[in-house]
């Protein structure tokens, strides 16, 4: 919220690029400095046993505790948001100034404070993925580029707007990467971008694209 209020709401009614240029700024800066505190050695963070339990469910199948925990922590986010969002007087602030903040403001809704509560919901949401990603593999200062394609494919898969449209598109974009990868290492991430090419051509607006009359 800090960052939102000190320096992005500044280059607010300024066009794009300004916006572009400070966040673009402000990652090569967060890149450095962590490069400095943490070295370019990758890292992870130990969770003990947890990482390699698992629950049998009969056979030879087996489902690891970790990715239980994952999907469930997933879950109940989505929940969460969604009940903020739809049935808060807060989250229906956060919509009307979502699809319309000059609308938005005359009706008494501070735009920019919306801003920044949006801004620190966001990254209070990608601290809880930061860190079970963080027990799940390995990170570097340097990856958050490709985490970022990443989170844009899913929500181009899902559909603009849609919380569960991103949910399920990330859960078909890791099944993409996860059979490709099985069928060669190299696939890993090739797969997951023939995907997102594919839901481009077959539906421009993704799986579950809010829609509204024009």
Known sequence: MLLQFGMLNRTL??????????????????????????KADNKRLDAGSVETASLQLGGNIAVGILPLITLSVAVAVMFGMQAL???TSLGRALRATSDDAATAEIMGIDSRKMYAIAMGLSLALVSIAGVLLGIRTTFAPSDGPARLIFAFEAVIIGGLGSLW????????LGLAQSIGAQINPGWFQLTGHLLTLLVLVVRPTGLFARTRDA
Do not use: E, Y
């Open 13 to 38: 009614g300024k066009g794009p690029l300004p916006l572009l240029l400070v966040t673009f700024g402000l990652s090569v800066i967060l890149q450095n400095v962590l490069l400095l505190g943490f």
């Open 85 to 87: 969002l739809g049935r």
């Open 165 to 172: 449209g991103s949910f399920v598109g990330g859960m078909l």
